[in-house]
Structures are given as C-alpha cells and as structure tokens.
T-cell receptor, first 111, second 112 residues
C-alpha cells in the first residue's frame, strides 16, 4: 500500500517564489526520497534523506525530515518555470529495495 | 552513457491478448522494478527483482508476470490483458540497498 501522501495535491506560484511541498507517511522508514516527473516523462531522483538526518540541501532544494511526526518537506527556492512538474516522495518498503510512492504534488510555476 | 530504456513507448491491444513490455538497462544494476501509474493512485509496484533468476510480487501483481534471465532485462508480461490494465508503465533500476532508482521513459498501454 502507498506509504507517502503529498500535500498539497496542486500548487501554483510565480517565478521567483518559493514552493513548499509536504509528505506524510505511516510507518517507520530507513530513508525518504523525493523525485520529480516532467509531463510525459519518467521520474528523476532529486534527493535522499536518511532517517538519522533532519535536513539536507542540494542546490535550490531543501528537504527536512521529522521522524517523530512521520513527515518531510521539500522546499524549492527561487522557483523557475522549468520547475513545473509533479513531485513525489517515496519511502522504502518493507523489502528495503522497492519504494512506496505518494500520489504527488503538481507544481505550476508561471513566468 | 548508461541508461534505461523501455519499448514500445505506446501500445494498443485488445482484451485477452498477451502483451510483453520490455525494459533494458545498461547501468549493470542488480535491482529492477516495474510500476504502473494511474491518475489518483500515483505509482504502484507491480513486480521487482534483486538479480538474475530472482522475482518478487509487488502491491498490484495480479495479471502480471516477470522473468529475469540476465542483469540487463526485466520484461513485464500481461498474460491476458484487461481494460483495468490500461495505464502508464515505468521500469526502474537501482544499484543496491536504499539507493536512488533510475526510471525509464515509460510505456503507455491501452487495452480496448
């Protein structure tokens, strides 16, 4: 069953603004990953945060993880039109290799 | 450059036909996965493999099968296609435990 749930389902902002997406999950995890999917394309890995980490940065991306609340957030700073995509959080399933994906947040960045 | 490819990219078939979707990766990854993506459901795991001759069922495996005869390929077979299997199918691979997954471009399958 799906582990992660993103919030909001859809987000519309203007270029230059920050975008924040949230992910909640149900059971304990070893790590949480964020992926981006452009329309009609496959998913692309953005960042992985391990359960013993609280915050991680990669370029304009900032991910936080709160294991006590079973939640994570993805912040994209200074958004660009090219950031328009769907964003998914994924948690490791019981097997440890496969991933459980949420339903995604659809981000629209307008010029 | 290493990559993961899927074929065909688009397929239309009829109910009851057998369909095989191909997935080929040149990353030399041991782990390979098949997901389906549907509106309102996100991505759901169908089958996965940790190496040659290893296959495992995922969340939505009914009506699907896979086989792993080499490291590079994990074909997905729909034994008797049903309209409920109309979806976009993604193949992915990863190097090891808790590693990022690399996704193929997807196959859009329509079952009439």
């Amino acid at each position: 069953s799906q582990q992660g749930e993103e919030d909001p389902q859809a987000l519309s902002i203007q270029e230059g603004e920050n975008a924040t997406m949230n992910c909640s999950y149900k059971t304990s995890i070893n790590n949480l990953q964020w992926y981006r999917q452009n329309s009609g394309r496959g998913l692309v890995h953005l960042i992985l945060i391990r359960s013993n980490e609280r915050e991680k940065h990669s370029g304009r991306l900032r991910v936080t993880l709160d294991t006590s609340k079973k939640s994570s957030s993805l912040l994209i700073t200074a958004s660009r039109a090219a950031d328009t995509a769907s964003y998914f959080c994924a948690t490791d399933a019981n097997s440890g290799y496969a991933l459980n994906f949420g339903k995604g947040t659809s981000l629209l960045v307008t010029p | 450059d290493a990559e993961i490819t899927q074929s065909p990219r688009h397929k239309i078939t009829e109910t009851g036909r057998q369909v095989t979707l191909a997935c080929h990766q040149t990353w030399n990854h041991n782990n390979m996965f098949w997901y389906r993506q549907d509106l309102g459901h996100g991505l759901r795991l169908i089958h996965y493999s940790y190496g040659v001759q290893d296959t495992n069922k995922g969340e939505v495996s009914d009506g699907y099968s896979v086989s792993r005869s080499n490291t590079e390929d994990l074909p997905l077979t729909l034994e008797s296609a049903a309209s409920s299997q109309t979806s976009v199918y993604f193949c992915a691979s990863s190097a090891g435990y808790q590693n990022e997954q690399f996704f193929g471009p997807g196959t859009r399958l329509t079952v009439l």
